[in-house]
């Protein structure tokens, strides 16, 4: 069953290379944000038993709010949510969990969907870079529909705790559709693989035959000189 699987699918990706590439990063994509559905709540629910919870954590003022208010990219007042901002601990919760995510899914999508050759310090350093500017995208978005989402879950429906840990993985899903559409065609420039270093393979493999038939061809001659020469002794 599982060799007819595999052969199947490398039929598959033979005759649709593009197609399976993205069919494997989307899976890969809905593992790493299943893992962040499953490690944020818990994150924040660890940091919300201390101090972090009342520590203000409101960095790069960009401008006014609709309500005239100064709008933080990153804006995590001191506070219970939906009262305060979640404060340094949900700031915390999210990055960390994001960086274990992300870390996992580099390996994944490298390895795996992409068959990488290239440097791998050369994709980590741009990986790294799409990864914080990604980061900075959500976070500003972040802004409009985090104390609206949680509101909504926690006091509009009642749902206390409850509505709390729904909004924590709504708010995760949002980040993950945004990392989905944006980083499949930056992998698709970082993990690359060289076609001249398939090429050196194959041409290595290519001069390899011929030494091989050589060696053999060698053995024959020698032994038949050695058989020619045997005849006249006999």
Not at 170 to 188: D, E, G, Q, R
């Amino acid at each position: 069953m599982l060799t007819r699987i595999k052969n199947a699918w490398a039929r598959f990706v033979e005759r649709r290379p593009g197609f399976a590439q993205f069919l494997l990063f989307t899976v890969f994509s809905q593992a790493v944000t299943v893992l962040q559905l499953a490690l944020m709540p818990l994150f924040r629910a660890w940091f919300n038993t201390t101090a972090l919870l009342d520590t203000s954590f409101q960095v790069l003022p960009i401008g006014a709010d609709v309500d005239g208010s100064q709008y933080f990219m990153f804006d995590y007042p001191a506070g219970a949510l939906p009262e305060g901002g979640g404060g340094l601990a949900y700031f915390l919760a999210v990055q960390i969990t994001l960086a274990i995510a992300q870390i996992i899914n580099f390996f994944l999508q490298r390895n795996i969907t992409f068959k990488s050759n290239s440097s791998p310090w050369i994709a980590a350093m741009w990986y790294f870079i799409a990864y914080v500017a990604i980061t900075f995208i959500a976070a500003a978005a972040q802004g409009f529909y985090k104390a609206p989402v949680y509101d909504f879950f926690i006091d509009t429906l009642e749902w206390g705790s409850t509505g709390e840990t729904v909004a924590d993985v709504l708010t995760m899903i949002i980040y993950a559709m945004i990392s989905f559409w944006v980083f499949f065609p930056i992998f698709k420039i970082i993990f690359k693989r060289t076609p001249e270093d398939e090429g050196d393979d194959t041409a290595a493999t290519g001069e390899a035959a011929p030494a091989s038939a050589g060696t053999v061809s060698s053995g024959a001659h020698a032994d038949g000189i050695g058989s020619d020469k045997g005849a006249p002794g006999q």
